[in-house]
């Protein structure tokens, strides 16, 4: 079962500790990824695969991964997924896969992949690519929120490196795994009114 299909079937049961360790295990993988220099350029939630065997979670899909020495500009993937720069024509990068993530963490946040409402075409890539991101539509802890904003900045300088994203993230999995019926520290509330985009 793919991430898309276990979010479809056990969001609305989703614990913050579970969605937060859900995303811990995903970057753990991509950390691996990256550490032996590579990325894998086509990152989403069809390619996130879940073994209830032992409750685990797997980056499949590895077709496009490759050594971040070899560009590649051709673009591929998912458009919801795939970083403004790389829609603009500069290629993979780390930074690119990070950006992924956030999108990752919007949808495993949420239960929905990010602009589900929006066809996939040319105005979504421009909107992107303008700055567009998904909106929160309900409370979201605010660690957890201001880690996938900084990976999804338009700036890929500004986006964690996958070691930086993976301690932070551990962090917030810790905190959550200790105290795992307390309140959040802070969440984020939104008006529940605002469409999902």
Not at 50 to 78: A, E, H, M
Not at 83 to 112: C, H, R
Not at 178 to 188: T, V
């Amino acid at each position: 079962m793919n991430l898309r299909e276990y979010l479809q079937q056990n969001h609305n049961q989703l614990t913050w500790n579970e969605r937060i360790k859900i995303t811990y295990l995903i970057i753990d993988k991509l950390y691996y990824i990256h550490k032996e220099n590579s990325i894998h350029r086509d990152l989403h939630s069809g390619n996130i695969l879940y073994s209830q065997f032992n409750d685990s979670w797997r980056i499949s899909d590895l077709g496009f991964c490759g050594p971040v020495d070899k560009p590649s500009t051709s673009i591929y993937g998912n458009l919801p997924y795939i970083a403004p720069e790389v829609i603009n024509g500069k290629g993979y990068t780390y930074k690119s896969d990070i950006y992924s993530i956030a999108m990752l963490m919007w949808e495993i946040s949420f239960g929905q992949p990010p602009f589900m409402n929006y066809e996939h075409d040319y105005i979504l890539a421009i909107n992107i690519i303008d700055g567009i991101r998904p909106k929160i539509i309900s409370e979201i802890p605010s660690e957890y929120k201001s880690l996938m904003e900084q990976c999804w900045d338009a700036d890929p300088v500004k986006r964690p490196d996958i070691y930086t994203l993976f301690n932070k993230i551990n962090e917030i999995k810790l905190y959550y795994q200790n105290k795992p019926d307390e309140l959040p520290r802070s969440i984020i509330k939104v008006d529940k009114k605002q469409s999902i985009v």
